[in-house]
């Protein structure tokens, strides 16, 4: 005896001592019912049976794929009856009225297995039995076949997701590949907006790979990514990148310590840059970090104090925790009254001190020494002279 045959004899053993039991369950409760006169208003399942067992082969697909179900449904008029049982088909989920041969299925196996219950058990068992026949039929297998893809591959949706998350992935490493050849020339301060398109064609030739190659002919009708657009917006994104990490790292220090200075650009723009000084929680070392460059209208003391400050809260830098202010030795930074420094030590803590920059104190030392040395006089005037002539 085949594990089919098993299979279908001992389903249907199964079925026999599910319908006993279902006919005992109404005899109790028909008893009970009569006993107490207890109505039942709604609908109930009482009693829920499903069983599989798995086989070997192909012959195991009766078993795998379906389950045995057997209801008992009490009803508002007091009746009991119970279904019939079927398998729950697999079928159903694939076979719709848009596949090539639905018709013809259909007209063969009379909707049963599609849209219908399957009943017909007297003529189920044996291997020229209804079921055998339809197990070894091609719909059968094309169901099973389908149902084992979609298991694996998913669904159309779902697979069309997979490719779209696979081409995402692959778009974020090529675009790291450009920042990596774009972070090259920031670091090293060369001209980004006419060297980024020399510098991809340099990467796309010595790649042996053909990787960055492919990407840019794949992408070459939509994008190139090779433009001054392309450039400055990777330039905006590295920068917001290390700002967020500079400032995390400054807003965790306990104190700090702010450093600015004035100067005049080419242009003559007056351009005020502020540093600030912190110790740094993962290593311990101090660090000094740029926070930004300004461009300022007023030199007095009470302008720059308040551009300061307008900077560093929009940055949620924790002005109390400042202990030290740094500026070069000009009265408008070191004023003993009005001074920058001194309206930090008012607004914030008397415990604010102000440090001279060692840069300017060398520079002011230098000048003192070459007051006495003819040739150094001689010589920083007509460098002054120079300096004034071409500006």
Same mark, same amino acid.
């Given at each position: 005896?085949?594990?089919?045959?098993?299979?279908?004899?001992?389903? !249907?053993?199964?079925?026999? %001592?599910?319908?006993?039991?279902?006919?005992?369950?109404?005899?109790?409760?028909?008893?009970?019912?009569?006993? %107490?006169?207890? @109505? $039942?208003?709604?609908?109930?399942?009482?009693?829920?049976?499903?069983?599989?067992?798995?086989?070997?082969?192909?012959?195991?697909?009766?078993?795998?794929?379906?389950?045995?179900?057997?209801?008992?449904?009490?009803?508002?008029? $007091?009746?009991?009856?119970?279904?019939?049982?079927?398998?729950?088909?697999?079928? +159903?989920?694939?076979?719709?009225? =848009?596949?090539?041969?639905?018709?013809?299925?259909? &007209?063969?196996?009379? *909707?049963?297995?599609?849209?219908?219950?399957?009943?017909?058990?007297?003529?189920?068992?044996?291997?020229?039995?209804?079921?055998?026949?339809?197990?070894?039929?091609?719909?059968? #297998?094309?169901?099973?076949?389908?149902?084992?893809?979609?298991?694996?591959?998913?669904?159309?949706?779902?697979?069309?997701?997979?490719?779209?998350?696979?081409?995402?992935?692959?778009?974020?490493?090529?675009?790291? *590949?450009?920042?990596?050849?774009?972070?090259?020339?920031?670091?090293?301060?060369?001209?980004?907006? =006419?060297?980024? &398109?020399?510098?991809?064609?340099?990467?796309?030739?010595? *790649?042996?790979?053909?990787?960055?190659?492919?990407? !840019?002919?794949?992408?070459?009708?939509? &994008?190139?990514?090779?433009?001054?657009?392309?450039?400055? #917006?990777?330039?905006?994104?590295?920068?917001?990148?290390?700002?967020?990490?500079?400032?995390?790292?400054?807003?965790?220090?306990?104190?700090?310590?702010?450093?600015? %200075? /004035?100067?005049?650009?080419?242009?003559?723009?007056?351009?005020? &840059? @502020?540093? @600030?000084?912190?110790?740094?929680?993962? =290593?311990?070392?101090?660090?000094?970090?740029?926070?930004?460059?300004?461009?300022?209208?007023?030199?007095?003391?009470?302008?720059?104090?308040?551009?300061?400050?307008? /900077?560093?809260?929009?940055?949620?830098?924790?002005?109390?925790?400042?202990?030290?202010?740094?500026?070069?030795?000009?009265?408008?930074?070191?004023?003993?009254?009005?001074?920058?420094?001194?309206?930090? +030590?008012?607004?914030?803590?008397?415990?604010?001190?102000?440090?001279?920059?060692?840069?300017?104190?060398?520079?002011?030392?230098?000048?003192?020494?070459?007051?006495? @040395?003819?040739?150094?006089?001689?010589?920083?005037?007509?460098?002054?002279?120079?300096?004034?002539?071409?500006?």
């Amino acid at each position: 005896m085949s594990s089919g045959q098993r299979s279908l004899i001992s389903y !249907f053993q199964r079925k026999e %001592n599910i319908e006993e039991c279902n006919n005992n369950f109404i005899k109790r409760k028909k008893l009970n019912d009569n006993s %107490n006169n207890i @109505i $039942n208003d709604s609908t109930t399942n009482r009693h829920l049976l499903s069983n599989t067992e798995a086989s070997s082969g192909m012959q195991s697909n009766i078993n795998e794929n379906y389950s045995l179900s057997a209801t008992i449904i009490t009803t508002n008029d $007091n009746t009991k009856q119970p279904n019939k049982g079927e398998f729950r088909c697999i079928y +159903r989920d694939y076979w719709k009225p =848009t596949i090539s041969f639905y018709a013809e299925m259909n &007209a063969r196996t009379r *909707d049963v297995f599609s849209t219908q219950l399957f009943v017909n058990w007297k003529n189920a068992p044996g291997r020229c039995g209804t079921l055998q026949k339809h197990q070894e039929s091609t719909y059968h #297998k094309t169901a099973v076949q389908n149902l084992s893809f979609r298991q694996t591959e998913g669904s159309v949706v779902q697979q069309l997701f997979n490719v779209s998350e696979l081409e995402r992935k692959e778009n974020c490493q090529r675009f790291g *590949d450009l920042l990596d050849g774009v972070y090259f020339l920031f670091k090293h301060e060369l001209p980004h907006t =006419t060297l980024y &398109a020399p510098l991809l064609e340099l990467l796309s030739k010595i *790649d042996r790979s053909k990787i960055i190659s492919t990407f !840019f002919d794949k992408y070459r009708q939509d &994008a190139t990514y090779d433009s001054t657009t392309t450039v400055k #917006k990777l330039l905006q994104s590295t920068s917001e990148v290390i700002d967020k990490q500079v400032l995390t790292k400054i807003c965790e220090s306990r104190i700090i310590s702010i450093m600015a %200075n /004035e100067g005049t650009n080419i242009n003559h723009h007056q351009n005020f &840059a @502020i540093s @600030i000084r912190y110790c740094n929680q993962d =290593t311990g070392e101090p660090t000094e970090s740029f926070i930004t460059l300004l461009k300022i209208k007023n030199k007095d003391a009470q302008s720059i104090f308040d551009t300061i400050v307008k /900077e560093l809260k929009s940055k949620n830098i924790d002005m109390i925790k400042i202990r030290f202010t740094s500026f070069d030795g000009a009265f408008v930074f070191s004023g003993e009254f009005n001074g920058v420094s001194v309206k930090f +030590r008012q607004t914030y803590s008397d415990s604010i001190l102000f440090i001279h920059c060692c840069t300017h104190i060398l520079q002011l030392c230098l000048l003192s020494a070459c007051e006495d @040395i003819l040739e150094a006089q001689e010589s920083l005037v007509t460098l002054k002279s120079l300096f004034n002539f071409i500006n």
